[in-house]
């Protein structure tokens, strides 16, 4: 079975920086997105950044850009999010997701994504 488990968050002053990671196991993700979607209180999921297994091609959300890199590690079969200069708006749980890529790009929209992880929580204070 395909599982994802996210890892790294935590609580955090605004400024400061969280590395989340996401452990794959269950199958060959060659030609899925790999993306870290997050969710803040009352508010409904939304996408934050994204990368193509096989190509390592990266998506982001305009909110995050050049703050979030999202990476992986193929040997390993991990995905990060190196989150830096976090922002009390940046506070929500964080869920790994993998999804097919569709004329070679991952979707935003969270239906798209055939697996999730269970969320990790990430905090920042002001």
């Known amino acids: 079975q395909v599982q994802l488990v996210e890892s790294g968050g935590g609580l955090v002053q605004a400024g400061g920086s969280l590395r989340l990671s996401c452990a794959a196991s269950g199958r060959a993700f060659s030609g899925y997105a790999m993306g870290w979607f997050r969710q803040a209180p009352g508010k409904e999921r939304e996408f934050a950044a994204a990368i193509s297994w096989s190509g390592g091609t990266t998506y982001y959300t305009d909110s995050v850009k050049g703050r979030f890199t999202i990476s992986r590690d193929t040997a390993k079969n991990t995905v990060y999010l190196q989150m830096n200069s976090l922002k009390p708006e940046d506070a929500a749980v964080y869920y790994c997701?993998?999804?097919?890529?569709?004329?070679?790009?991952?979707?935003?929209?969270?239906?798209?994504?055939?697996?999730w992880g269970q969320g990790t929580q990430v905090t920042v204070s002001s």
């Open positions: 997701a993998a999804g097919r890529l569709y004329a070679g790009r991952p979707s935003r929209n969270p239906p798209m994504y055939d697996y």
